[in-house]
């Protein structure tokens, strides 16, 4: 997988001490991105899932949480690393600028798939236009908190906390 880096100990990217994994490649291309250097195609490294696996694992109270760039553009392996952070009973957020709606179709069968190990999806593009620093865990007012496992009960969505 490519990544940007992986940083420990973050408290804005989800509840508690979270690890996040800011994963290279993006093409939304969001004006007042925080991390335009994950727009190139050729950027970050390539790690593989047992080494970012050996990162996340340094510190057991953390959770984690995806974010970019963009995860989505990796799916097939950020199922494997999902379902490998799950087997260590951690907590998964995950940051993408596709809306729900355009993963269950566009993604259709690896974001259902993918969707089973998420906790919280945080959905859409930061609009710079609609940016508010007062919010919780997102930077824009567009962008949505979903908790996944209650929408995916549920069948319809469900945001965080409601």
């Not at 994950?38 to 057991?60: C, K």
């Not at 259709?108 to 798939?113: C, L, P, R, T, W």
Request: hydrophobic share 35%; glycine share 6%.
């Amino acid at each position: 997988m490519r990544v940007l880096s992986i940083v420990e100990d973050s408290v804005v990217d989800g509840p508690g001490l979270r690890t996040t994994i800011f994963f290279a490649r993006c093409t939304h291309y969001c004006r007042g991105c925080h991390n335009p250097e994950s727009w190139r195609i050729d950027g970050g490294i390539e790690m593989s899932i047992d080494e970012m696996m050996s990162q996340l694992n340094r510190n057991p109270l953390n959770d984690i949480t995806f974010s970019g760039g963009e995860p989505m553009l990796q799916i097939r392996e950020l199922i494997r690393l999902a379902k490998k952070c799950k087997e260590n009973n951690k907590n998964i957020w995950c940051y993408t600028g596709f809306l729900w709606e355009e993963l269950v179709t566009e993604f259709k069968e690896e974001f259902a798939e993918l969707s089973i190990y998420l906790d919280v999806l945080v959905d859409g593009r930061f609009l710079i236009e609609q940016r508010d620093l007062s919010l919780l865990y997102k930077g824009s007012k567009n962008q949505r908190v979903i908790d996944c496992q209650r929408s995916l009960k549920q069948h319809k969505l469900v945001l965080y906390g409601e």
